[in-house]
């Protein structure tokens, strides 16, 4: 059966540039586009897809969001991750919800085209059980303490949180906390320099 794949990315040119490269070089020809977190799981519904290739932060929130929904209700879905958002970070994360391909921005082309060739085949995962940098205070974070991180780097308050992610204010109050804690972070300027330093984009 031919692969049926669904690329969701913010940015039209990356878009079209991965899909040109999986119909050219690859010989896929059944893909189709979504630039949000909204428009994905709208498109999920209309269409069985065998593979969903994603990034991390889309112009409406973090696909963290949804990943578990899409698990949850798509168990077959072979899902790799393209972002430019640090692996060492993101990496631990996304294997617990049982995503092991991850795929860099940043790479080159001919890297590019063999990673998505054994995603496509369903061969050895991308992401290998990691190395942690010690000095990297973002590796600590757990994937509901990276999903309210965005929020907080985008200068969004406890209660639009709260409301957006449909949980209790204290609920957000305690895991802004625990991020404090972690990154060691004074404020949210602090918090702001160390994201810019560790590349966690936002």
Known sequence: MQPSILLADDHSMIRKGLKLHMQL??????IHEVATCND??????????????LD????????????????????????????MQPKDIYGEALK????????????????MIDILEKFMHNQEPV?????????NPF??????????????????????????????MNTISTIK????EKTTAGNIKELMELATLYNVNY
Do not use: C, W
């Not at 994905?40 to 290739?53: A, G, P």
């Open 25 to 30: 070089t690859l010989g896929y020809s059944d």
């Open 40 to 53: 994905l799981m709208k498109e999920l519904v209309k269409k069985k897809y065998t593979h969903l290739i």
């Open 56 to 83: 991390i932060i889309l112009s409406d929130g973090s696909t963290l969001e949804v990943i578990p929904n899409i698990r949850r209700v798509y168990p077959g879905l072979h899902i790799l991750v393209f972002s």
């Open 96 to 111: 617990q919800y049982g995503i092991n391909h991850y795929m860099s921005k940043s790479v080159g082309e001919e890297e």
């Open 127 to 135: 992401i290998r059980p990691g190395i942690k940098h010690k000095d």
């Open 139 to 168: 590796t600590a974070l757990a994937p509901r303490e990276l999903e309210i991180l965005h929020y907080i780097l985008k200068g969004i308050g406890t209660k639009e949180i709260a409301d957006t992610l449909n949980l209790k």
């Open 177 to 180: 906390n625990r991020i404090f």
